[in-house]
């Protein structure tokens, strides 16, 4: 699904060039629940802004599901992105002013599908994250927990293959935080690919596959089992 070959990505910062991801090689195949640690600093967000064609490589090959997508230009990169790619962030990034199922519609808007065909495709969703009874409050009337599964919805709504999630737990308790790792265990269950950034060795260990981060490059690649022992 995903196939990343020798990708560097430098930011020049005057006479210094900082070299954000150098030389990395990562694959990830489809289905997939991968996350990704490291110290602050050591190229993790780069990296998924790479993945999730947010941001290209300054060299190196990247191929998403059998396109090359290092050299497109930022219109093209949008398009791959709302064709395979749904984010998930630490702070949730919903609009405060609309409903649950508002904020699950918003893509299905600019996917250009039809309204009533969204609002039932919307509370669909929100019902398979749990959220039924909730369709019409607003995110402040909603828990942290819950917040992040409308994220989560929002995500899914347009079937991506990939889910990218950057620090999705940063913001939650141990218990909501373990529940929303229940949700991505399903989702994987269900041909998801799982792509998550996390702090806590509690919730990386949730993943199948550890990716271990250092000054831009890989220093550790193990199944979840050799990165517990
Ligand atoms: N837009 C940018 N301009 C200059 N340097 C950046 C930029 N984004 C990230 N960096 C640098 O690249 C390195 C990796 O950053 P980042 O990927 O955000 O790390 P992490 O997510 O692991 O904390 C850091 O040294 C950071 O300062
Ligand atoms: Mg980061």
């Known amino acids: 699904m995903i196939k990343i070959k020798n990708i560097s990505r430098h930011y020049q910062m005057g006479p210094n060039t900082v070299k954000a ?28 802004n790479i993945i999730g064609c947010l941001d290209s490589p300054s060299s190196g090959k990247y191929t998403l599901a059998g396109e090359e997508v290092a050299g497109l230009s930022r219109n093209r990169l949008a398009g791959i992105r709302n064709k395979y790619i749904g984010f998930v ?17 918003l893509p ?16 669909e969703i929100l019902k398979r994250v749990e959220l039924d009874g909730r369709e019409f409050h607003q995110p402040n009337e909603l828990s ?3 917040r992040q599964r409308v994220a989560i919805a929002r995500a899914l709504a347009v079937n991506p293959k990939i889910l990218l999630a950057d620090e999705p737990t940063g913001a939650l308790d141990t218990k909501t935080g373990a529940q929303i790792m ?37 220093l550790v690649d193990v199944p979840v089992e050799e990165w517990n022992r």
């Open 182 to 218: 229940a949700l991505f265990r399903e989702l994987q269950s269900e041909g998801v690919t799982l792509i998550m950034v996390t702090h806590d060795p509690d919730v990386a260990s949730q993943a199948k596959r550890i990716v271990q981060v250092r000054d831009g490059k890989i």
């Open 89 to 105: 962030f630490q702070s949730f990034n919903l609009l405060g002013r609309e409903s649950a199922v508002e904020n699950v519609e």
């Open 21 to 48: 991801i150098d030389d990395l090689t990562l694959n990830i195949a489809e289905g997939e629940f991968v996350s990704i640690v490291g110290p602050s600093g050591s190229g993790k967000s780069t990296l998924m």
């Open 108 to 123: 299905l808007i600019y996917a250009g599908i039809p309204p009533k065909e969204r609002r039932v495709r919307a509370m």
């Open 144 to 146: 942290g927990g819950q």
